[in-house]
């Protein structure tokens, strides 16, 4: 292939890539939209109730025409619900559902589940960190055994920008973490 072949096999991937992505954009955009027209239709229902309650409850022989016009309204906004529920596809946890049921609030199953997953990738991440550590002491181990004066020089460093980091970090209050010292004011 010489240099213009390339160049527009290159564009090519570059298009189909974009037309990807579009395609992925215009996906999410759809069921946004179908998702948005569910929670309008869901409103207006709520609205339908509302309003037939108020009839109902005040009821006479001459609102029955109303009262027809209201529950009407109502089964066509159910049928209208229905038909865009089955072109929109939303998967709930049961657990989040049994919730619901119990009265109680579903963000406390998502907090849950954001606490498990952040407690187990915590623990990875300091089980990762305390390998490491480990790995480095017994290198440091090794390495003594086979070159004590060069990792004394080494520990030697490494005090010292040690100190000078907690001296710098004294002088700037700067914790040493790296958070900054807050002065309380009297």
């Known amino acids: ?11 090519g991937e570059i298009n189909g890539s974009i037309k990807t992505e579009i395609n992925a954009i215009a996906t999410v955009d759809d069921s946004n939209e179908k998702l948005n027209q569910i929670i309008n239709s869901n409103q207006k229902i709520l609205e339908l109730l509302h309003q037939l309650k108020l009839t109902v409850s005040s009821f006479t022989p001459a609102s029955q025409l109303h009262l027809l016009q209201r529950l009407n309204s109502l089964v066509m906004e159910l049928d209208n619900m229905a038909k865009l529920s089955d072109k929109c596809n939303i998967q709930v946890p049961i657990e989040v559902l049994n919730l619901i049921d119990d009265g109680k609030n579903p963000d406390e199953f998502t907090k849950d589940v954001l606490n498990k997953n952040c407690i187990a990738k915590n623990q990875v991440t300091k089980g990762k960190s305390d390998a490491f550590k480990g790995l480095r ?21 490494r005090a010292s920008y040690a100190a000078e980091a907690k001296r710098l970090a004294q002088t700037q209050s700067v914790l040493p973490n790296g958070d900054a010292k807050v002065k309380s004011e009297l």
Do not use: C, S, W
């Not at 292939?1 to 564009?11: C, F, K, L, P, Y």
């Not at 440091?140 to 086979?146: D, I, K, M, N, P």
């Open 1 to 11: 292939m010489d240099q213009t072949q390339n160049t527009i096999a290159g564009i």
């Open 137 to 157: 002491k017994h290198l440091l181990e090794e390495l003594e055994q086979a070159f004590p004066d060069e990792v004394d020089r080494y520990r030697d460093i």
